[in-house]
């Protein structure tokens, strides 16, 4: 079994314990990357400076980060349907699950924005998360090599794929591509 494999049956198998679902779990968690961003941000900015010449890109985050602390309760809701003549005598509503496994593949342009922002979504919805960062914004790869020392490792992979194999694995037409899919993650950012 390939490393890759393995960080996404791990992530799978920490998924279904249930772990990353409680609130108070994904508040932690999106606190303790809020965290990372405060504690390294001299090292992002760096990294940037080295991979692209240009710095911050993560000034909205912490914001995003806050949003999604201050409305998840709201957003993991059940949400009311209306009833219908089957529904009548029953409690219908709406809620909210998280998908499971999903794959965040970071943009060599905006290396941290790209590969975080979905990252703050993930976390947020319960997810569980195989991070790619770009391979081409090096430096900035290497910070967030961090990342699994703020988080849940069991929850969160790192993983520095060949750029070449994803996308051969994103490419494939039809319902190979349906089932490759299906095996790495419940959905892509």
Same mark, same amino acid.
């Given at each position: 079994?390939?490393?890759?494999?393995?960080a996404?049956?791990?992530?799978?198998?920490?998924?279904?314990?249930?772990?990353?679902? *409680?609130?108070?779990?994904r508040?932690?968690?999106?606190?303790?990357?809020?965290?990372f961003?405060?504690?390294?941000t001299?090292?992002?900015?760096?990294?940037?400076r080295?991979?692209?010449?240009?710095?911050?890109?993560?000034?909205?985050?912490?914001?995003?980060?806050?949003?999604?602390?201050?409305?998840?309760?709201?957003?993991?809701?059940?949400?009311p349907?209306?009833?219908?003549?089957?529904?009548?005598?029953?409690?219908?509503?709406?809620?909210?699950? *998280?998908l499971?496994?999903?794959?965040?593949?970071?943009?060599?342009?905006?290396?941290?924005?790209?590969?975080?922002? *979905?990252?703050?979504?993930?976390?947020?919805?319960?997810?569980?998360?195989?991070v790619k960062?770009?391979?081409?914004?090096?430096h900035?790869?290497?910070?967030?090599?961090?990342?699994?020392?703020?988080?849940? *490792?069991?929850?969160?992979?790192t993983?520095?794929?060949?750029?070449n194999?994803?996308?051969?694995?994103l490419?494939?037409?039809?319902?190979e591509?349906?089932?490759?899919?299906?095996k790495?993650?419940?959905?892509?950012?």
């Amino acid at each position: 079994m390939s490393r890759e494999q393995q960080a996404v049956q791990q992530a799978r198998k920490a998924f279904l314990t249930g772990r990353s679902k *409680p609130l108070d779990y994904r508040i932690k968690q999106l606190q303790n990357l809020k965290r990372f961003i405060k504690e390294k941000t001299t090292d992002i900015a760096n990294a940037m400076r080295k991979d692209l010449h240009k710095l911050f890109e993560i000034l909205g985050l912490e914001g995003e980060i806050n949003l999604a602390v201050s409305k998840l309760a709201e957003w993991a809701a059940a949400r009311p349907v209306n009833k219908n003549l089957l529904t009548i005598a029953d409690d219908v509503y709406i809620q909210p699950e *998280p998908l499971g496994v999903v794959l965040i593949i970071g943009a060599w342009n905006y290396p941290i924005a790209v590969t975080l922002q *979905p990252l703050v979504g993930a976390i947020a919805a319960g997810n569980a998360a195989v991070v790619k960062p770009s391979e081409v914004s090096s430096h900035t790869a290497k910070v967030m090599e961090l990342l699994p020392l703020y988080l849940d *490792p069991n929850i969160l992979c790192t993983l520095f794929w060949v750029l070449n194999v994803v996308v051969a694995l994103l490419s494939m037409g039809g319902s190979e591509s349906s089932r490759i899919s299906s095996k790495i993650s419940s959905f892509v950012f």
